[in-house]
């Protein structure tokens, strides 16, 4: 049984940044894509960034290029969301979502292909 807990989100003024650290615990293995997706009140959870296992092809959401970058350290079993040039529109909750294996840059978007996720932490951006 894997466990995921999300750390880091906060109330950040617009421009701001924010780095979530997600922490893997409990049976473990190197060898999962990893994804961060959020959810604002009334609306439907969404895709933000997803790494692959080595952590050599991220991807992410349009609302996230040039602003997110995510990454990760294997040796941690820790993923990461670094968040910068924050708007109000990125208020959400944040949740990490794990697979195992490999997935494709399509299916690595895909809310459905995930079975272990996290609590979530609220990260609100004032304007």
Known sequence: QVKL???????????????????????????????WFRQAPGKEREFV???????????????????????RDNSKNTVYLQMNSLKPDDTAVYYCALVPGYTTAKSIRDRRLYKTWGQGTQVTVSS
């Open 5 to 35: 807990v999300e750390s880091g989100g906060s109330l950040v003024q617009a421009g701001g940044s924010l780095r979530l650290a997600c922490d893997a615990s409990g049976r473990t293995s190197t060898v999962v894509s990893m994804a």
């Open 49 to 71: 960034a997803g790494i692959s296992p080595h952590g050599d092809t991220p991807v992410y959401a349009d609302a996230a290029k040039d602003r997110f970058t995510v990454s």
